[in-house]
């Protein structure tokens, strides 16, 4: 929580080195290798997981956040269904779009060396990796005024201007309705 997460890392590598099974150490060591940019090495943490308590919706829906970050959307989409059976609550669905909208804007942001996230793609690939995550935002929560916007920017980028404005528009439907 402190954002000490090599530490961390190795703090939890001690705990499951003692117990290979511990569900919170295996969760957290995939939340701090996250937080360091290394999906891959995060999703073997989560579907370990997921083999030990397959009834907790947060496993899946942060091994959907590496798969999406890895620009894997059908495997994202398989996790995320499944978290979403063991947990169907509006608001916890709307979180994980503004999650995953979160992630769709640092992948459309992030360049270079200054690149944090994802699997370093470049140029048009980039916005093609932003744009398979932002419609999922969109498709889990529909109001996402952030995801339509950051939408617009990846058609852009892209070259359709056509798509561009129509997510632009969306953005200010959704705007206009949340101030209603």
Not at 38 to 54: M, S, V, W
Not at 148 to 169: M, N
Request: with cysteine; glycine share 6%.
């Amino acid at each position: 929580m402190s954002g000490h997460h090599q530490a961390a890392i190795q703090v939890f590598d001690r705990v499951l080195a003692q117990d290979p099974s511990h569900v919170l150490a295996l969760s957290a060591k995939g939340s701090s290798l996250s937080s360091l940019g290394r999906p891959r090495e995060a999703l073997k943490c989560f579907e370990r997981a997921i083999d030990l308590d397959p009834e907790t919706a947060e496993h899946y829906r942060n091994a959907a956040l590496c798969q999406l970050e890895l620009d894997e959307p059908e495997a994202a989409r398989t996790l995320l269904d499944e978290a979403q059976k063991l947990n169907p609550e509006k608001a916890w669905l709307e979180a994980t779009a503004v999650e995953i909208s979160n992630l769709g804007e640092a992948l459309l942001t992030e360049s270079g060396k200054h690149r944090t996230r994802g699997i370093g793609l470049t140029g048009k690939a980039r916005y093609r990796h932003a744009l398979h995550v932002l419609q999922m935002a969109l498709e889990l929560h529909p109001g996402l005024t952030e995801a339509a916007r950051a939408l617009a920017e990846v058609w852009a980028h892209l070259g359709d201007t056509e798509k561009r404005d129509q997510y632009t528009q969306l953005a200010g439907r959704l705007m206009r309705a949340t101030a209603i």
